[in-house]
């Protein structure tokens, strides 16, 4: 059997880019949650939000992003879940459009097989 998870606001309790704008101030993370969620409901093209977000996020210095990417919450269940799957003999991947610095963990933390 075969489990898959989306990432962000799945496994992890969190959108990373707007937690990592939240360092640069409320207006800043507004400006990332207004691109984010314009991408989500289709209004721009996802590859073209993701790169006005990154530009914007210039200069957040990677040991901060590192950081902030290590702390994200886990979602609420999912330890537990993802326990009872494996013990159960599931294998598990997860597909995110984020980042490594907040996937890679994952692997450790939950067992996830595979990341894409």
């Known amino acids: 059997m075969l489990a898959v998870f989306d990432v962000e606001g799945v496994l992890l ?4 880019l707007p937690v990592l704008a939240s360092v640069m101030g409320p207006e800043k993370e507004k400006e ?3 691109i984010t969620k314009a991408g989500i ?3 721009i093209n996802w590859e ?3 790169v006005k977000r990154v530009h914007a996020l210039r200069g957040i210095r990677y040991e901060k992003a590192k950081e902030l990417a290590e702390n994200l919450p886990i979602m609420p269940g999912a330890k537990e879940l993802c326990a009872a799957l494996k ?3 599931w294998k598990m991947i ?3 459009g984020g980042f490594t610095i907040i996937t890679d963990r994952l692997k450790a933390d939950l067992g996830i097989d595979k990341i894409f």
Do not use: C, H
Request: proline residues 0%; without cysteine.
């Open 13 to 16: 309790d969190a959108e990373y």
């Open 32 to 34: 990332i949650w207004d």
């Open 41 to 43: 409901r289709g209004e």
């Open 48 to 50: 073209q939000g993701l």
């Open 87 to 89: 013990k159960a003999g």
């Open 94 to 96: 997860a597909v995110s």
